[in-house]
C-alpha cells in the first residue's frame, strides 16, 4: 500500500484517547498525564480508524504548547511551555509511551486553575486530549468500509488539553468541526491517490497490450 505524507495545508486535527489520563493530587498545583498514547486504535467518526506509531512525536515542532480545559483556547491558558523560555509552566515530553506533560498551575491566582486541579481530583475531569497537525501518514484498507490511516509522524502539537470526555466520539458538536473537516478530507485525499494509482497502472497495462499488437 503507497505511503502518503499529508499536505502542508496547517490543518490541525483533534484527538482524545481513551487511555490518556489527567493526574492530580488534592493541594498540590500539579498537573499530569499523557495527552497522546501510541499504539491505540481509534475510531474516527466510523470514517476509518487511525493508529499512532511510536516513535511519531520524535521530531515534533513543541515550541509552544498551552494547556487548557476542553480545548477552550479562548480562555486563558492554564500553564504553557515554550522553548523559548526554561522555566515555561509546562513540560511536553515523549516517553516511551506517547506524549507526557507536567503542567503547574497558578491555584492561588488563577480559579480556574484551581477547580481544575479539584475536578481531577474528584475524577469530574479524567483525560486527555490534543491538537496536531500530522506529518507523515499511512494508509491501509482503503478499498474497505474502515481503512487505518497510521500516523508515523506529527509534525507540530498546537495544545493540550485535559478533558470531561477522554474517548473520541464524533459527536454532532465534534461533527461540526474543521478538525473533523481535516479528517475527510486526509481521507479523500488517500482514496484519490490510490484510484490515481490503479489508473496508472490500467493505462500501462493497456499500452503494453498495444504495443504487444503492433
Known amino acids: 500500500m503507497p505511503k502518503f505524507a499529508k499536505e502542508p495545508d496547517g490543518k490541525y486535527i483533534k484527538r482524545c484517547y ?3 489520563e489527567a493526574r492530580a493530587e488534592q493541594g498540590s498545583n500539579i498537573v499530569e ?3 497522546a498514547v501510541y499504539g491505540q486504535t481509534t475510531n474516527i467518526s466510523d470514517w476509518f480508524y487511525e493508529v499512532i506509531s511510536p516513535g511519531a512525536f520524535d521530531r515534533t515542532d513543541l515550541s509552544d504548547v498551552a494547556l487548557y480545559l476542553n480545548h477552550n483556547i479562548d480562555a486563558l491558558p492554564m500553564a504553557r511551555s515554550r522553548k523559548s523560555i526554561p522555566d515555561s509552566t509546562m513540560k511536553v ?3 516511551e509511551r506517547g506524549l507526557a506533560i507536567n503542567a503547574t498551575l497558578d491555584i492561588e491566582n488563577n480559579v480556574d486553575a484551581k477547580a481544575l486541579i ?3 481530583v474528584r475524577k469530574d475531569v479524567t483525560g486527555m486530549s490534543f491538537r496536531l497537525i500530522v506529518g507523515d501518514e499511512e494508509w491501509q484498507g482503503l478499498d474497505t468500509d474502515m481503512p487505518t490511516r497510521t500516523i508515523k509522524a506529527i ?3 498546537i495544545e493540550v488539553s485535559a478533558v470531561t470526555y477522554p474517548a473520541y466520539k464524533g459527536t454532532d458538536i465534534d461533527a461540526r468541526s474543521d478538525s473533523l473537516e481535516s479528517d475527510r478530507a486526509a481521507l479523500e485525499r488517500a482514496k484519490s491517490v490510490v484510484i490515481n494509482h490503479k ?4 493505462l500501462l497495462k493497456i499500452k503494453s497490450q498495444i504495443r504487444s499488437k503492433l
Open 18 to 20: 481513551e487511555f490518556t
Open 33 to 35: 498525564g499523557h495527552a
Open 93 to 95: 515530553t515523549p516517553d
Open 118 to 120: 479539584s475536578a481531577i
Open 155 to 157: 509534525s507540530k502539537v
Open 199 to 202: 489508473n496508472e497502472i490500467e
